[in-house]
Structure formats: structure tokens, C-alpha cells
């Protein structure tokens, strides 16, 4: 078992170059260096040996985000590499056994006949091991793959000229095994075989195998099979022969890990097939799979430790009394529990805050217009987009949203959500079964209230309850049924720029839940149980949420830790701090006076700075309750959440930090924070090593957090008296006692003379409790200058005369944007990381600090940058289901989807385009110049251009008036197929209805080519990003306007105005006449 090989230039270009791979791979080469006992290095080195011949990129990222999500917890290290070792390598590995016994050969004549049969009935698909062994024997003409040897029952038909001299027997090799796929689709409960069987192919999913093309019968599948002599089949299924891709499309080279080489005839084998459609080669994804669990399994040694101990099992029976046969009860136990290692893979990342907050406002701002205008609550219908794998096996053709049959079985099998816990999109008690032949009616769901929490929404349907968790990149939208009919189901769902993950029909309107890769968990259960099931509220239930931080503190010895505490916040804590993501940690700590290159150790260490973050958390909570309203409000474009440009830059005057450049602090902040960068610079010059834990030592290092109470002054100011939700404050543990109470008539307001009391608040109880055992520790340390505070109540300014929402503001410092090689989220704060030789109390192993970000890459993470290339930044109006205004004319209008149909064809094709640039990273207005003899359209050439357009609609107009009024033809009623006779002519609508758009693919390619022919010849100036306004229509040359322009006209009727003489002589009278008139 050889030691992992140290980082050199040439592993890391096996480890792709990738910066969150090497680091994963540099803690596992800090795991094995520290760890004892060979289990232990065994399932590290297996972690290593993933990183290092993971097949795909995306799976070495994956894997590296698992590591690196518990780097710091070496038993979950190690526990990580005894599931792969139990989820990859065993799954793979045939371990060494008895020798089956061998039947009998059939005789030479009825092997012809069942060859004839097998050709004839090959369009079949195989259903069994069998079929699959002779399809393939069929495909690989009878020779084994390796060796060259032909079967010994072939065909004799199938001999080459000379024929064959040797032969073996062959058999059918499974690329993935077949007992992993084998009814795991069962509803057997309890079934440990299925249970494991299903948590592997869970794992399989994130890194791209499609599970369902191998489920059941599927396993049989050729792509799966390969014919091999039954020596190469033994050392393929035991990990010690493998397939190694070359550039060349279906040619491999066959390495082994033997001491004796295998017999082969040649170094290298090409897969080919006579019939690929009926009998295809074996797939490269499956055999590169195979390839990596053969090097891990080797190259970690994890195949010897397996044979080893399979084969005390297989002597002895028995589980040996002295102990040495517990790895075995140990796969065992695993394999019955290892679904539950699953969490550390699936790195879900919950909502901010302040989105749940936004999505449960649309939602209950929906309810109340309903109330308001009288329209009926009762549900009509439930609709959702079907994934790939959904469509096919239900026949969808169209690609379009998908209406629940309660009746359809499959349509009620359809579930949502994390990888092994999936739970079912329509709710069960409205299925209709031959147990439930009269569920109750879909009609029969009343819409009566909505609840939400910091990561889902709870509605309640009177007979029952949803609860709908976002998990990533889902958002709310409020549909009217035009709107829903005439721009929803007029696009595929990879047409329409979103998918629906849910939508609820009412009589008028949808309310639907659109997400970008449908990941997200609906629940339905009764309305009671999903309220009792909610976590507390850390805004109205302040008390319940101080008892679940002090459990979490205590059961998880936060304490001790020694990741960030940021990211152990983000990682370890998301149970309790809901909401508190990649953006909001960065502001909460800043509110809390926080560095965020704390480690969590240091910060749940001290009771004052665990009642700030807890204080700063409600404060974050308690403003976005109070403003979200009026800041979301004028975002809404005839009823859809429709943000511009400037609306979504507007949200960076909510951010303290995050994306801003600088950012107004008070003096007396401004000052404590030079005093923090002072005393850094002053020991990062030194040689000697420190430490920051205020000890009267000579290498201890005194450093104040930079907290001003102006950021938590709601909290602090809360009690039963102010009529606050929050019944009391954590001041006593933010100051010291005697402070806190010189304090008191600030806090209480004028007119309150009752003393302050100290509440018996969990989070005291607790460092009570860890003060008497931990004596070592002072967990009552402030880590403040108190000299700041009373110096300001002793001079009478109090703690909060310069409040943020002052006017005396203005005072700005430099924001240091820092992005951590270890992890793909930036940490924002106004003080800079701790040099290397300051480390943390002596207690506390220092982790490797983040490094800063500067220049080109510094510039592109800020919140103009995101919002002028229309990337996704972060916030309640950055989602993929948002309508993008478009403002033409004077008039507003929204682009529901890609290409919307519902707008007028020159409007949409020319936000498909918009959207296309800015999908290149192009912003509007900052395309390259065009040839010579062409200009960039100014305002005033817009200005032009729209008024020519208005006046063709009006001519438009007057021609379809004149001709009806000539032949008194009825106006046509728009349908889906209209039919007209011979002297009936369209409507405008229908002439709309038929125009075809090119989907968002093609038309992103077609401006691609134009930038970059454009490019070849000019280089443009681009326009300010600032400045750009996403409703504002893109500025084109007027040339390729009137191109344009043409084939509008074409597709409106362009015959009818230049036959019409009349007509265009009665539009030049209007003219003149005009003209006249006003002069």
C-alpha cells in the first residue's frame, strides 16, 4: 500500500490544474501524514486516489467540495473514505471464491439453431444475462475482446479463412455490475440489499450516469456488456484489469495490476459493431468509471484489505471472537447505514434569508389580491415541467408544462429533491388507486394562508399542506391565465430560459414556482403536522432559537473548532442558522463586529460574541421584515416580478459589504477599525510567532473587535415595554454587567425609570455550564475596547446618535474582498486577514487563511460589474424566472419568457438577442463598432426609429380598416389553426400568432458571428456598465434595423402596401397636410 505521491507539476496536471481538487488532495497528504492506524490511512489514501483518476472534471470537483467540506473533523475524513470504499470499490470488485461448477456443452447442431434465433430476433433488446451474452457474442463476432480467442460454441459460418486454431470459452462482462441495478426500483421496505443498492446509484446520479438507463432490465443493456474469456472476465470483475481510453473514438489500451502478465494477443482493442443501433459498443463513460475504481481500488489498497477480509468470512462463517474480523461487521453495518454519509456529498445550498423572505411575499401578496377582488381559492389543477428521463418514458413530445392526471400512475410517481430523499410532487391522497378508487378532488383544495421559514414556504390546501423547500435557484412568479397560456405553454421548457417545478392553477391565475435545475423538495402533509415540524422563528421566537444555538454549540464543542468560522457557520451550522448563506454571513458578521478569519473556536469560545452574531441575525432579520415590501413593490410589471438594471443595483444600499467598493461607516467605527490594521501591521513585521488570546504574555497579542451597537441597535433596544417580538436583549453578554447597567437609560428610552434585569437566557445558562467544566477558558472574555462606549456615554453622545440612517455618515474605508482557494464563496469585511505568524489561542490549530483578491478579478466580483453584464448576482431579485421590462414607445412591456410570442415580434426578437449578448458578457450598448460608413444608433436615432415604426402600425391600421370596410369582411377570431376562404384575409393577430422564432441557441450563435465579424475590424469603446438599463431596447445600427424592419414587414402582408396606390397616396396627402398645419 503505497503512500499518496506528493504535488508536483505533473500530478496536479492530473488533478486537472484544478485549485479545489489540489486542495482536496493536499488535505488528504495532511491526513495520511498525521493519521495512525492503517484503516484509517487506507480510506484517506481512497479519497486521494479519487481526486487523482476521477474520470471527469466535474467529479473531482465534486468529490474535492465533499472533502473540503470537513477537512477539519478527521473522523468524518475518514468516515468519507469508508463510503467510497464501500459505495465505489466494493460495489465493483468480485472478491475471491469457489470455482462454479460447469455444465455440460450442448451439441454443434442445436448451437446453430439458437445462433439463427439469436440474429433473428436481434432488434430486441436483451432482457436477461442471457440474451445480453448472446447479443454480445453476436456484436464482438464471437472473440473475446481481450485476448482475441474465439468462443468454442461459435458459428462455424462466422471462422475466418485459415479459421481459428484456439479457442475459450467467453463470457458476458458487466462494465457495472448487475446486482447494483437489479430491483432497486422495488417497494420493499426494510430490504437492506435494496436500500444499498439504491444509496449507490444515488451517488452515481451527481456525476452525470443516467441511473434510469440502467434500472431493472436496463443493466442488460449492450452499452454495459463486453465479451471476455473467462481468465480476462475474472481479472476485469476483481478490479485488476481495466480499459484505458486513447484518442481514438472506441480504441483502448488493456493495463492490468497482475504479477504475471495475462494472456493477450495485443496491446490495445477496438470496439466495433455491424448494427450500431441494435447492438452498441460498450460506452466510454461506463468503462472510464470502471478504469478509476480499478486504480483506486489498487493504487489505495483497498482490494487487498477486501479480499482479505472476505476470505477470513469465507473460512471461517463467522465473525471471529477476538475482535479481528470487525472490519467485516463493519461493511456490513455500513452498508445498512451508509445512505446517511449521503449529506456530506449533497452540498446543497439552502436560500439566503432575505429570498425566503421575497418569495413568501409574492406569494402572500398574491393571496390578498384574491381575497381583496372576491375570486375563488379553489385549486383547478397542478402543473409541472417533466425532466428528460419523465418525458420519454410518458411519450411528451412537446416539451411543454405537464398537467397532473390523478388518475396516471406515472404521473403520481413523479418525485423531487435530494438524492435519496425524494419525496413525491403530486400529493398521494389525491391519486387515484385501486386502494383509493375516490381520493378526494383536486377542486376540493381551498387556498387559505401561507407560513414560511428562512429556506421553505408552507401552504395551506384545508385538507392538506405543502411545505416547499427552494433549496437553489427557485423563485415565485404570479401568472393570469393569458399570460400563462399565451407565454408559458407557447415554449418547450428548454426554450422558455426556466422550468416550472410547480405551478397551482386557480380559476384567473397560476402560482408558480419556477427553477433553473429543478432542484428543490415539496412535502405534502397535513397543514398541522407541517406548522409543528417548523423550526423556530428567530424573529418571533427569539427564546427558542437561543436554546437550539446553545444545544448546537454544545453537542458539536464548537468550541474546539478550527475551520473559519464563517464557513463552519455555513457548513456545519445551516440546522440553526437558517438563511444565513454565502452573502448574509459576511454581513451578520460585520454587524456582530466579527472578523471573519476568526476560527469558529474563537468565536463560540466567548459568550459576548455569540450574543452578537445571535443579536445581529435578528437585527438582519427584523429590517428585512420592516423594508422588503417597499423595496420589492415598484419591481412589479403588470403583476410579474420584473426588475430593471437600476432596481437591481439599488439592492447594494441594502448590503453593508458584499460587492461594494466602499461603504460609510461612523467615525468612531472608522477609528476602531485603524487601531485593528495598526496592531496587525505592526506584528506581521516581526519574526516571532503570536497569538491573539489577550493573555499577559509575551507572545500574546491584544485585538479588539471593531463592533459598533449602532448595526444591532434594534436589538438591543428590544423588550416587552418597546413592544418588540424580542422580549429581551443580550446586552448583559455583549458588555460587561456594570456597563450594561450605566447604560440602561439610553436603552430604555426617556420616560422609563425601571431597572434593567438580567433574563435567564439559554445562552448564559450555557457558558455557565462550560465555564464550570472548562476552567481553562474564559468564555466571559468581550474581546471589546470598552473605553470606545464610555467615552461616548460619558461625553454624552450616546451609543447611538450616529445611526446608519444618518445624515452625518459619509465617512468611507476600503472593502476587502477575499475569495479562499479551499471553497468557491468570498468572504467580504473592512479588516484584512490575520498574518502568518498571528495565530489563534494556543488551544486552536491555526487554518490556512484566504488569500486577498486584487485587481481584474477583485473589480469583476463587484456589484456593478454582476448587474451591468447581467450576470446573477446575489439578492431577492436575481433569479432565472424573473420577466425582463422592455420599455418601447412610451409603453412598458414584460418578456415573460425567451422570445416571448405575447409581445410584439420586433420587441421579441430583439430580447432573445439582448439576453443572447449578454449570456457572450456583453452589455448593451457596448457592441464593436460596425464597417466603415456605419454608426452606433444614438437616442436620437432611436427616437426616429420608433417613430417611423409607429407610424407603419398606424398605416398598418388603416389598411386592414379600409379593406374590411371595401369587401365587409368580418374580423376573424384568433385560433390556434386558423382556416380562411379564399377571399378572407388574416387577422393581425393570426399574421403575429404564425411567426416562428429561432430558439435562444441559434440566435445567441448568430450574434456571436455578428460580434465577432464586427470585432475583426473595429474595436469600440464600450458604454459605462453602470449605465446600462435592461428595460431600454438595444441600440442596433440603423442599417441592420431596416434588414430588420424588412422581414417584419414580410411576415405582416408587405404585398398588400405596395399594391395599395391609393392608400399610399392618401398617407402622403395626411403627411403633407400635417406638415402644413404646423407651420
Known amino acids: 500500500m503505497a503512500p499518496l505521491p506528493q504535488v508536483t507539476p505533473t500530478l496536479e496536471s492530473e488533478l486537472m490544474n484544478d485549485p479545489y481538487i489540489i486542495s482536496a488532495y493536499n488535505v488528504c497528504l495532511k491526513q495520511e501524514g498525521e493519521l495512525t492506524t492503517d484503516n484509517e490511512i487506507r480510506h484517506i489514501r481512497v479519497l486521494g486516489c479519487l481526486l487523482r483518476f476521477a474520470p471527469k472534471r466535474n467529479i473531482g470537483v465534486y468529490l474535492a467540495k465533499a472533502i473540503l467540506s470537513c477537512q477539519d473533523e478527521p473522523d468524518i475524513l475518514v468516515k468519507l473514505g469508508q463510503f467510497f470504499e464501500l459505495h465505489v470499490i466494493v460495489p ?209 489498497g483497498a482490494s487487498e484489505h477486501i479480499d482479505k477480509v472476505y476470505d477470513e468470512l469465507d473460512k471461517t462463517g463467522v465473525l471471529a471472537y477476538d475482535g479481528t474480523s470487525g472490519d467485516i461487521l463493519s461493511y456490513k453495518l455500513l452498508s445498512l447505514t451508509g445512505s446517511s454519509l449521503l449529506h456530506i456529498l449533497q452540498l446543497n445550498n439552502m436560500p439566503e434569508l432575505r429570498e425566503a423572505l421575497a418569495h413568501h411575499y409574492v406569494i402572500d401578496k398574491f393571496r390578498k389580491m384574491m381575497e381583496e377582488e372576491g375570486n375563488p381559492m379553489n385549486i383547478r389543477g397542478l402543473w409541472a415541467d417533466a425532466t428528460g428521463s419523465e418525458a420519454k418514458s410518458f411519450g411528451l413530445k412537446d416539451g411543454l408544462a405537464l398537467k397532473f392526471d390523478p388518475s396516471n400512475r406515472a404521473h403520481c410517481s413523479m418525485a423531487r429533491g435530494n ?115 417548523m423550526p423556530p422563528s428567530l424573529h418571533d421566537r427569539y427564546p427558542s432559537f437561543l436554546q437550539e444555538v446553545g444545544k448546537w454549540v454544545e453537542e458539536n464543542k464548537a468550541w474546539s473548532k478550527t475551520s473559519l468560522a464563517p464557513n463552519y457557520i455555513r457548513d456545519k451550522g445551516r440546522s440553526v442558522f437558517m438563511g444565513i448563506g454565502s452573502y448574509t454571513v459576511s454581513e451578520v458578521f460585520f454587524m456582530a463586529g466579527l472578523s471573519p478569519f476568526l476560527t469558529a473556536g474563537e468565536v463560540f469560545s466567548s459568550a459576548s460574541r455569540v450574543a452578537r452574531l445571535c443579536e445581529a441575525v435578528w437585527e438582519y432579520m427584523d429590517d428585512s421584515l420592516r423594508n422588503l415590501e417597499s423595496f420589492m413593490r415598484p419591481c412589479f410589471v403588470k403583476g410579474i416580478l420584473a426588475p430593471t438594471s437600476k432596481q437591481r443595483l439599488k439592492y447594494k444600499e441594502w448590503l453593508h459589504l458584499w460587492g461594494k467598493k466602499q461603504t460609510a461607516v461612523p467615525l468612531r467605527l472608522k477609528a476602531m477599525r485603524q487601531n485593528y490594521q495598526d496592531t496587525l501591521d505592526s506584528y506581521a513585521c516581526k519574526d516571532e510567532v503570536f497569538y491573539r488570546d489577550n493573555a499577559n504574555s509575551e507572545y500574546s497579542i491584544c485585538l479588539y473587535d471593531v463592533f459598533d451597537p449602532v448595526y444591532i441597535e434594534n436589538a438591543l433596544k428590544a423588550s416587552e415595554a418597546s ?33 434593567i434585569t438580567v433574563p435567564d437566557d439559554p445562552i448564559s445558562a450555557l457558558f455557565h455550564r462550560l465555564q464550570e467544566t472548562h476552567t481553562t477558558i474564559n468564555f466571559f472574555e468581550h474581546h471589546l475596547d470598552l473605553s470606545q462606549y464610555l467615552a461616548c456615554e460619558l461625553g454624552g453622545k450616546g451609543l447611538f446618535k450616529e445611526s446608519p440612517r444618518s445624515k452625518k455618515w459619509g465617512f468611507e474605508t476600503p472593502i476587502v474582498a477575499v475569495g479562499s482557494k479551499t471553497s468557491d464563496r468570498d468572504i467580504w469585511s473592512i479588516t484584512s486577514p490575520f498574518p502568518e505568524n498571528i495565530y489563534p489561542p494556543r488551544r486552536i490549530k491555526p487554518p490556512d487563511m484566504p488569500e486577498v483578491v486584487e485587481g481584474p478579478e477583485y473589480e469583476a466580483k463587484l456589484w456593478d460589474s454582476i448587474v451591468g453584464r447581467n450576470r446573477i448576482g446575489i439578492g431577492p431579485l436575481e433569479y432565472a424566472g424573473n420577466g425582463r421590462t422592455l420599455v418601447h414607445a412610451g409603453q412598458k412591456h414584460v418578456a415573460i419568457v425567451d422570445g416571448d410570442p405575447a409581445l410584439p415580434p420586433h420587441l421579441a426578437m430583439q430580447d432573445v438577442k439582448t439576453k443572447a449578448r449578454y449570456s457572450l458578457g456583453l452589455a448593451v450598448g457596448s457592441a464593436p463598432a460596425r464597417r466603415s460608413g456605419s454608426k452606433t444608433m444614438t437616442k436620437k436615432d ?28 368580418i374580423p376573424l377570431s384568433r385560433s390556434p389553426s ?69 422581414r417584419f414587414l414580410a411576415a405582416l402582408g408587405q404585398s398588400f402596401l405596395d399594391n395599395d396606390d391609393e392608400l399610399e397616396d392618401g398617407l402622403s396627402r395626411g403627411r403633407r397636410k400635417t406638415r402644413a398645419s404646423h407651420v
Not at 458588555?735 to 439610553?746: A, I, K, N, T
Not at 426616429?944 to 369587401?967: G, V
Open 419 to 533: 438524492q435519496g430523499a425524494q419525496t413525491s410532487l403530486f400529493p398521494a391522497i389525491l391519486a387515484k388507486t385501486t386502494d383509493s378508487p375516490n381520493p378526494p378532488r383536486i377542486e376540493d383544495l381551498v387556498f387559505r394562508d401561507s407560513t414560511t421559514t428562512t429556506r421553505a414556504c408552507i401552504l395551506d390546501f384545508t385538507i392538506i399542506g405543502l411545505r416547499f423547500a427552494y433549496l437553489t435557484h427557485t423563485s415565485v412568479q404570479i401568472y393570469t391565465r393569458d399570460q400563462w397560456e399565451d407565454s408559458i405553454m407557447s415554449k418547450e421548457a428548454i426554450n422558455r430560459g426556466f422550468r416550472i417545478a410547480l405551478a397551482v392553477e386557480f380559476q384567473n391565475h397560476f402560482l408558480s414556482f419556477l427553477s433553473h435545475d429543478l432542484l428543490f423538495q415539496p412535502d405534502w402533509k397535513p397543514h398541522d403536522i407541517l406548522i409543528k415540524e
Open 942 to 969: 432611436i427616437a426616429l426609429r420608433d417613430k417611423k415604426l409607429a407610424k407603419y402600425q398606424h398605416s398598418k391600421d388603416q389598411l386592414d380598416s379600409r379593406r374590411k370596410k371595401k369587401q365587409n369582411i
Open 978 to 1046: 386558423p382556416s380562411h376562404s379564399e377571399n378572407q384575409l388574416p387577422s393581425t393577430s393570426e399574421l403575429l400568432s404564425d411567426i416562428e422564432y429561432p430558439p435562444p441557441s441559434e440566435v445567441q450563435s448568430e450574434v456571436q458571428s455578428e460580434v465577432q465579424s464586427e470585432s475583426s475590424s473595429h474595436v469600440s469603446t464600450p458604454l459605462p456598465e453602470a449605465s446600462v438599463e435592461i428595460e431600454e431596447i438595444e441600440e442596433r445600427p440603423i442599417k441592420k434595423q431596416r434588414m430588420s424592419q424588412d
Open 92 to 300: 465493483f470488485k468480485k472478491c475471491r471464491a469457489r470455482t462454479p461448477a460447469t455444465s455440460s456443452p450442448p451439441s454443434r447442431r442445436s448451437l446453430e439453431d439458437h445462433w439463427k434465433r439469436v440474429k433473428a430476433n436481434i432488434a430486441q433488446a436483451p432482457k436477461n444475462h442471457k440474451d445480453a451474452k448472446d447479443q454480445a457474442l453476436v456484436r464482438d463476432n464471437w472473440t473475446c475482446a481481450a485476448t482475441g480467442l474465439v468462443h468454442f460454441d461459435a458459428p462455424t459460418d462466422s471462422f475466418t479463412d485459415p479459421p481459428p486454431t484456439e479457442g475459450a470459452y467467453l463470457d458476458c462482462a458487466y462494465i457495472i455490475p448487475e446486482g447494483m441495478f437489479l430491483d432497486v426500483n422495488e417497494k420493499r421496505g426494510g430490504n437492506p440489499k435494496i436500500d444499498f443498492a439504491a444509496t449507490i446509484l444515488a451517488f452515481l446520479e451527481p456525476f452525470g450516469y443516467d441511473i434510469n438507463s440502467f434500472k431493472g432490465e436496463k443493466v442488460h443493456s449492450l452499452v454495459n456488456i463486453i465479451t471476455m474469456g473467462k481468465n480476462t472476465h475474472e481479472l476485469f470483475d476483481r478490479l485488476q484489469l481495466y480499459f484505458e481510453a486513447t484518442p481514438t473514438k472506441n480504441r483502448y489500451q488493456i493495463k492490468y495490476y497482475t504479477s504475471l502478465k495475462p494472456f493477450l494477443t495485443s496491446d490495445f482493442v477496438r470496439f466495433s459493431s455491424s448494427d450500431p443501433v441494435h447492438l452498441p459498443v460498450p460506452s466510454p463513460e461506463l468503462l472510464a468509471l470502471h478504469a478509476t475504481c480499478c486504480k483506486v481500488a489498487q493504487m489505495s
Open 723 to 755: 413592544g418588540s417580538p424580542k422580549s429581551y436583549s443580550l446586552g448583559h453578554l455583549i458588555f460587561p454587567l456594570d456597563l450594561w447597567h450605566s447604560l440602561q437609560s439610553e436603552i430604555l428610552g426617556s420616560g422609563i425609570t425601571s431597572e
